[in-house]
């Protein structure tokens, strides 16, 4: 079965600090990877999505960028982070047919 | 463009009465519909997911919803609520690799 990791679960970082989120998925291949983000008390708001290794397309214009190295990671990074990139982040994973999005647990970012 | 509109942001019920969660979808063609929900500090979980088979969806944890074209709703219902349900709801539309979400309806349940 299809399983997804998402880590660190919580984080707090310093403004100004770099930031690393990872993802990975198991029990599939050429997955389409998502990374959302959640402020609160609101919606779901499209970070990056990609369909394949090292494509990557960003919905949303900010300090963060997003990255495949291998078909099943992939990984959300700062160099730089604001205050206004707190937030829940959540990883998906889809078939890319008309199936699902599944979930990763979610990672918490409080920026200080 | 396709688009989901859920109607209520709150909706709150006593623990043995039916929920209702409302959702319109916006499309030039039949969707594929989900209902997800969410618990505090946790990620996303299907309920129940329509892709234009049956038009009464059943999903878990006694929830169901009905597919209307001629009302464009995607409409949550639950016979009974327990004190389990309070969480966050989200109707979700998908258009080849693009999902449309909702903006969430938060259910409590009154003990």
């Known amino acids: 079965s299809q399983t997804i990791h998402q880590w660190p679960a919580t984080l707090v970082q310093p403004v100004g600090s770099p930031l690393s989120l990872e993802c990975t998925v198991e029990g599939t291949s050429n997955p389409n990877l998502y990374w959302y983000r959640q402020a609160a008390g609101r919606g779901l708001q499209l970070l990056f999505y990609s369909v394949g290794i090292g494509q990557i397309s960003s919905e949303v214009p900010q300090n963060l960028s997003a990255s495949r190295p291998q078909d099943r990671q992939f990984i959300l990074s700062s160099k730089k982070l604001l205050l206004s990139d707190s937030g829940f982040y959540l990883c998906?994973?889809?078939?890319?047919?008309?199936?699902?999005?599944?979930f990763g647990e979610g990672s918490r970012l409080t920026v200080l | 463009a396709q688009s989901v509109t859920q109607l209520d942001s709150h909706v709150s019920v006593s623990e043995g009465t039916p929920v209702l969660l409302r959702c319109n979808y916006s499309?030039?063609?039949?969707?594929?519909l989900f209902w997800y929900v969410q618990h505090p500090n946790k990620g996303l979980q299907l309920l129940l997911k329509?892709?234009?088979?049956?038009?009464l969806v059943k999903g878990i944890n006694g929830f169901e919803a009905e597919f209307k074209k001629s009302e464009t709703s995607f409409h949550l219902t639950k016979p009974s609520a327990h004190m389990s349900d309070a969480a966050e709801y989200f109707c979700?539309?998908?258009?080849?690799?693009?999902?449309?979400f909702g903006t969430g309806t938060s259910l409590t349940v009154i003990p």
């Open positions: 998906a994973w889809h078939r890319g047919d008309a199936g699902e999005l599944f």
């Open positions: 329509y892709t234009s088979a049956a038009t």
């Open positions: 979700v539309g998908v258009t080849g690799n693009q999902f449309y």
């Open positions: 499309s030039s063609y039949s969707p594929s």
